[in-house]
Every structure is written in structure tokens, then in C-alpha cells.
């Protein structure tokens, strides 16, 4: 008769390998962990940074720490300081402040543009095709700097005409009253 004798793999019962497999698992969670604080991070950062969606001309001005810096600003267009040189495609014009709490855009727009007291700053606007919603009394909202000289040079430019349309009744169609 033949002889079996059963022997125990090392690698099961080896003395280190509870070790080895606690220290991976070590590995694991501060590797997850990580992530997750820096995932947490992105998020509040993202949403304090984006608390506000631009900031208006006079808070613009009042506050010295942002010349140099970009900001998103808002205002409205005053019509007759547009001028657009179409051989170098620049676009200058001047905002008046928009106050931040309104109950009809539009109806802010007008009395901005109108007071004559509304702070105001001049738009400088290059390498960009005038849009055809450049208009009096538009809402710019606009990306870029202000430079020490008191312009501000904007690399991105909104605009936003609520007096373009005109609102429908409950089941009447939308009609465009600038045509």
C-alpha cells in the first residue's frame, strides 16, 4: 500500500499573510479616504466660488482688491456709447449698475440706463464680431478685468434683451416684437 501524506500550502497558512492582507486593506481605506476628502473639497470650493454668478458695477468699484483680478460683472447697456470697429474687431461701450434686487428686469435695465447717477464703467471688448443683441438698455454680463486706467477689458461678453419679447397670455403664442 502506498503511502498519502497531506501537506499545508504555505501560502494559506503562512504567518504573514494575515499581516500582509490587513495591510492592504490599510492601503485601501486611507486611498479612499482621500479621494473622498478630495472630492469633498471640490465640491464646497465649487460652490462658494460660485455662490454668485457676477457681481454688479458697484460692487465693482467700490472695491479696490479686484482691479487685476477676473470677476463676471452685470449692467446695463447704454445705446449711444457703443462703437465697434469692424477692421480690428473691437467692441466699446459703457454699463450702468443694475441694482441686485429688481421685480422686472426690464423695467431695471430702463432705470439704469436713465439715472444718470447709476454708476457706470466703460467695456473694452476685443477679437469679438458685434452681437446683434449689443443694444440700448441689454443686459451685458460680461468676463475680464479691470484695469487700473478704470475700463474693463472683458475676454467674454453676454448680452440678455428682455424687452426683445413679449410675454403670452396662458395659451397664446410667443411673439418677437423687435420685427
Not at 5 to 26: M, N, V, Y
Not at 55 to 66: A, K, R
Not at 132 to 158: N, P, S, W, Y
Request: negative net charge; proline residues 4%; hydrophobic residues 40%.
Amino acid at each position: 500500500m502506498a503511502q498519502a501524506a497531506w501537506e499545508k500550502p504555505q501560502s494559506i497558512g503562512a504567518p504573514g499573510t494575515l499581516q500582509k492582507q490587513q495591510g492592504s486593506r490599510w492601503k485601501f481605506l486611507v486611498g479612499g479616504l482621500l479621494i473622498l476628502g478630495a472630492v469633498a473639497y471640490l465640491i464646497v470650493s465649487g460652490t462658494l466660488s460660485g455662490a454668485q454668478y457676477f457681481m454688479t458695477v458697484d460692487e465693482l468699484m467700490s472695491n479696490p482688491e479686484y482691479i487685476g483680478k477676473t470677476v463676471r460683472i452685470s449692467g446695463a447697456v447704454i445705446g449711444e456709447t457703443i462703437d465697434y470697429d469692424d477692421e480690428n474687431l473691437i467692441i466699446n461701450f459703457t454699463i450702468a449698475n443694475v441694482p441686485n434686487e429688481y421685480q422686472d428686469l426690464a423695467q431695471a435695465l430702463h432705470t439704469a440706463v436713465g439715472d444718470s447717477n447709476a454708476a457706470r464703467i466703460p467695456i473694452v471688448v476685443e477679437n469679438q464680431v458685434k452681437p446683434d443683441l449689443l443694444q440700448h438698455e441689454a443686459q451685458a454680463i460680461l468676463t475680464g478685468t479691470l484695469g487700473t486706467d478704470g475700463v474693463f477689458r472683458a475676454t467674454e461678453l453676454l448680452l440678455k434683451c428682455p424687452t426683445r419679447f413679449e410675454d403670452a397670455n396662458h395659451g397664446q403664442e410667443i411673439t418677437d416684437s423687435g420685427t
